[in-house]
Every structure is written in C-alpha cells, then in structure tokens.
C-alpha cells in the first residue's frame, strides 16, 4: 500500500490556506504529494509551500509555467529554492524556453523534478482545432513530449489516452503524472480525456493526480483510500505480467 500512497498526488484545489491546511491534516498517511496550483499559490504564495513542507508533507507546486526564456528559468530558480519536488512548464512555450528551465532546474542546490505539461486533460480535439492545432492530439502531445525530452527534461503531465504510446516510446526515461482521473461513476466536471485509476495505472502511469473527486467527498480521507486500494490492485496485475 506504500507504494501505491506514494503514487497518489492530490490537487489542493481550494480557496484559503485555512481549507488548504485542512485537507493536509484529513489527508496526510493517505495521499503521497500534495499539489498546489495556481488557484490556492496566488493567494497564498510561497509561506503555505513552506508551512505544508514544516508538517511533513511533499510539496509539487502547479504553476505550469510559460513566458520568455528568462523569465522562465527565473521563476523555476524561485520555485526550486522552496524545496518542492516537482514544478510544472508548459512545453508549449517551445524547446529554448524549456532548455533554460531544465538549466535552471538543474542548478538548483535541492533536486526538482521538472515536468512539460503536453496537452491539458480538458482539452479536446475541437478545443485543439480552434487554437489552431492540426492532426489528431496524440500526435500532439507526442510532438512536445519529444520537444520536452530534447530539451533535457525527464517527465511529462499527459492524459492516459496518449500515455501507452509515449510510455512504450520513452520506457522509464520519463516520469509520467497524469491528470484527468475519475474512478469509475464520477463527475467529469471540466475534464475531457479521463481514465479511471486502474486505467492509468495499467496504462504506465508514475503518479496519479487527484484534485475534486478526493476533495469533493463526504469523506475525503476514505475516498483517498479506495484510489490508492485500486492503484494498488492494477500495479499488482501489471507486475504480474
Ligand atoms: O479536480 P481534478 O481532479 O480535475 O483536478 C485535476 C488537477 O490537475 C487540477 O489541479 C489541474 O490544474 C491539474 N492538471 C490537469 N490537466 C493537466 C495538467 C494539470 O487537470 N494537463
């Protein structure tokens, strides 16, 4: 069960440090990482990184980057100095903005895992034709995640849909987190290209990433426990194999 908690990132999509905070303390010894995006940083900012990393907890921070090179390389310098494990660009911001990312990252005095966000999760084909994107969105994402992997980097955000292929392409040169998870039966709110838990799991999926059907729950620690019961049962199955 360590094993499959530790694959568990829940997004801490909430208003204030104090509901923030709040889920921390339901949720700690039944997820793995906490995730702070862009919702709860921008009120928050850098202390509640801090205050989550002083009780215990792993901190990936979601700011999914994207500006000029500079820029980039000078928020990541930032962002690796609070001592989070992961930090999110957007591999759409192209192979000189990523290069300068992973330079930053990899300069930092704490390790931090970078990952180039591929094609987001509520994006669907007539989403991806309207701004302008030609061909199928696999091809797409793999077209980034190749962007993204020239560039030095070594993990990836991507749906399940596209993970088997890029998963098959890059081994376990690539760190996979996948968003969009709906276990079976829930809302899929904004999402578009979900996948159950035991889907992305069995797909090649590293870590999962969890935000409204966890936090949403009557019972959020127990909704917690049964995605990590179902990773635990797909990784056993494709061990097995
Ligand atoms: O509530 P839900 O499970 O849909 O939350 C998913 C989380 O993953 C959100 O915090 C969202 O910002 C993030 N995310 C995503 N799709 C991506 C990258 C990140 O949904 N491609």
Redesign the pocket.
């Known amino acids: 069960m360590t094993e499959a908690r530790s694959r568990l990132i829940v ?1 801490l ?1 909430v208003p204030d440090r104090t509901a923030a905070l709040a889920a921390v303390e339901r949720l700690a010894g039944h997820v793995g990482i906490f ?1 702070l ?3 709860i940083f921008t009120r928050e900012g850098p202390a509640l990184v801090r205050e989550i990393a002083h009780r215990g907890g792993r901190v990936f921070l ?1 700011l ?1 980057l994207h500006d000029i090179p500079n820029t980039v390389a000078g928020a990541v310098r930032s962002a690796c100095s609070l001592g989070v494990e992961m930090l ?1 660009v957007h591999a759409s911001g192209g192979r000189k903005m990523l290069e300068a990312a992973h330079d930053a990252a990899r300069d930092a005095p704490a390790p931090t895992l970078l990952l180039a ?6 994006i669907a084909p007539e989403d991806a034709h309207s701004i302008g994107i030609q061909g199928s969105l696999a091809s797409w994402a793999e077209r980034l995640a190749d962007l993204a992997f020239g560039a030095g980097l070594r993990g990836l ?3 399940a849909h596209e993970l088997p292929y890029l998963r098959g392409k890059f081994g376990d040169t690539m760190c996979f ?1 996948i ?4 276990p079976s039966g829930a809302a899929v ?3 578009a290209r979900t996948a159950t838990p035991a889907d992305a799991i069995r797909a090649g999926a590293s870590y999962l ?7 949403e729950a009557s019972d959020p620690a127990f909704a917690a426990d049964q995605v990590v019961r179902e990773i635990a049962t797909a990784l056993a199955q494709t061990q097995k194999q």
Do not use: M, N, Y
């Open positions: 997004a999509d995730k995006g862009l919702q979601d999914k999110t966000v591929t094609a987001l999760t509520s955000v991507t749906s987190v968003p969009g998870i709906r709110q904004d999402q990433v969890v935000g409204r059907p966890i936090l």
